[in-house]
């Protein structure tokens, strides 16, 4: 049987990266793959989502600026988007360019399922390939299709479908109020379609702070968004006059000529031989340590270890594999600053645990929260500058746990709390700290008191001071 140092099972997002890195080192590497060289990110997810919400945003500030700087009067044009999303992003979802870069590294790719058939062995249909150091696992997740009775029986869009649209709907109902599906459904209104958000949860990104929740309802809705919220979908039927009819568990039915299912992803790791090795997958999950090792020498990396189904998770559990694989030591990981950002207008990003996971550790904590129009730049902002700041600390330690961030460049907001949450900085010395004036970071400032509020005082929810002054 043909061998190679490492057989990588999922040549996506994190796969990739680890075998070429390896590749790099100088190990020969398999890689095996059933779809395109690069994963969901680059052809169906990150990239071309982030450059239609690019799009989209541009035409929200052309409107915003009717009024403020004069009469503007722009027009949407869905192709000049699509074409781009198709040939610029995407390359017409072509993986030639990264197949060619894998195997001009010296990298052999196999086309097809992989399946581990004991220790150091992986068979692709039929063919069998030996590791002769080591298996790293990074087969990724696919998109999750719930059991909504009636729902097979009608064409229905996956994210894949909404991203490649070349010719919009007139209207569309999205199951699911989490990212994508507050993402896509705000690109899709702007650019003329009736979007409904349906969401069975009491609101929409139900795993974020309330307040944050919130300050994306309002922004959604003031764009002509409908949302509904605490019903679950009890059917789908297919209408020959409205395409979709969608009946909610209140009895209400809402109606479109397209529907999109985005209820999150799924990981399937059934079919990949894993007890074969041993592995334990409790929660349907591949289970790792601080390094990915999941067995002697097997590795699993991404989405299939559960810790967070991000890219930026994959790569940086891919830079500990790498690292473990070639003996460098690494640094274990550490998921307790793990940064999640929806990008819709206003952006929503948060890091660590919230107020509720806080409070369940039982930790003694103070909450201080800012509305951003209170905030010096948001004010300034203007229109579109709906958004919140609310930052969680452990009042014992003295340092901030969580923080959720809407608004304006929330996501860049993020990294400075982040790196405050990861590294356990002082409160202190964030209140101290001297922000430039004005931005939007700065409004961490003015949350914690710097400005004017007197120094180290912050307030929880019973304005009690948490610090002497």
């Given at each position: 049987m043909q061998s190679a140092d490492v057989i990588v099972l999922g040549v996506g997002t994190c796969g990739e990266d680890v075998a070429l890195r390896l590749l790099d080192s100088g190990w020969e590497v398999i890689g095996v793959e059933p779809n395109l060289i690069g994963g969901e990110c680059a052809y169906w997810a990150?990239?071309?989502?982030?450059?239609?919400i690019r799009s989209a945003n541009l035409l929200q500030e052309a409107r915003r600026a009717d009024g403020l700087v004069g009469r503007v009067n722009v027009e949407a044009d869905w192709s000049l988007l699509a074409e781009r999303v198709r040939s610029e992003v995407t390359g017409g979802w072509d993986d030639s360019f990264a197949a060619a870069r894998f195997e001009g590294k010296g990298g052999q790719i196999v086309r097809g399922y992989g399946r581990?058939?004991?220790?150091?062995?992986?068979?692709?249909?039929?063919?069998?390939?030996?590791?002769?150091?080591?298996?790293?696992i990074a087969t990724g997740s696919q998109p999750m299709i719930p059991p909504v009775p009636g729902l097979d029986t009608v064409q229905y869009w996956t994210t894949h479908d909404a991203i490649a649209v070349e010719n919009l709907p007139r209207s569309l109902v999205i199951l699911g109020g989490g990212a994508v599906g507050c993402e896509l459904g705000q690109v899709f209104a702007?650019?003329?379609v009736d979007v409904t958000l349906v969401e069975g949860r009491?609101?929409?990104?139900?795993?974020v702070e309330p307040e944050a929740s919130a300050a994306l309802m309002e922004?959604?809705?003031?764009?002509?968004?409908?949302?509904?919220?605490?019903?679950r979908v009890s059917s789908v039927a297919a209408n020959d006059r409205y395409g979709i009819v969608a009946s909610l568990e209140n009895g209400r039915q809402v109606r479109a000529d397209k529907l999109l299912v985005a209820t999150g992803r799924t990981v399937q790791i059934d079919g990949l031989g894993l007890d074969a090795i041993g592995i334990d997958m409790p929660g349907g999950f591949v289970e790792v340590d601080e390094r990915m090792r999941?067995?002697?020498?097997?590795w699993a990396v991404g989405d299939v270890t559960g810790k967070g189904l991000f890219t930026h998770v994959a790569a940086y559990q891919a830079t500990i594999a790498v690292g473990d694989i070639l003996g460098a030591d690494p640094a274990p990981a550490d998921y307790s600053a793990?940064?999640?950002?929806?990008?819709t207008d206003p952006e929503v990003g948060v890091v660590g645990l919230s107020e509720a996971e806080a409070r369940s550790q039982g930790l003694d904590i103070a909450v201080a929260v800012k509305e951003l129009p209170m905030t010096f730049r948001g004010w300034l902002h203007g229109t579109g500058n709906s958004g919140v700041i609310k930052l969680v600390v452990d009042r014992s330690a003295g340092v901030l746990v969580g923080a959720a961030v809407v608004g304006p460049r929330a996501a860049d907001v993020l990294g400075m709390l982040g790196l405050a949450v990861r590294t356990r900085i002082p409160v202190g010395e964030l209140v101290n700290m001297i922000y430039a004036f004005p931005t939007f970071y700065g409004g961490?400032?003015?949350?914690?008191?710097?400005?004017?509020?007197?120094?180290?005082?912050v307030l929880d929810p019973d304005t009690e001071p948490m610090f002497d002054d």
């Open positions: 990150c990239l071309p989502s982030k450059t239609m581990i058939d004991g220790p150091g062995v992986v068979e692709v249909d039929g063919m069998r390939y030996r590791a002769r150091r080591g298996i790293v702007r650019y003329g009491s609101r929409l990104l139900p795993n922004a959604l809705r003031s764009e002509g968004i409908t949302i509904h919220c605490g019903n999941a067995a002697d020498g097997v793990v940064p999640r950002v929806t990008f961490i400032g003015e949350a914690l008191g710097a400005y004017g509020r007197g120094v180290g005082r």
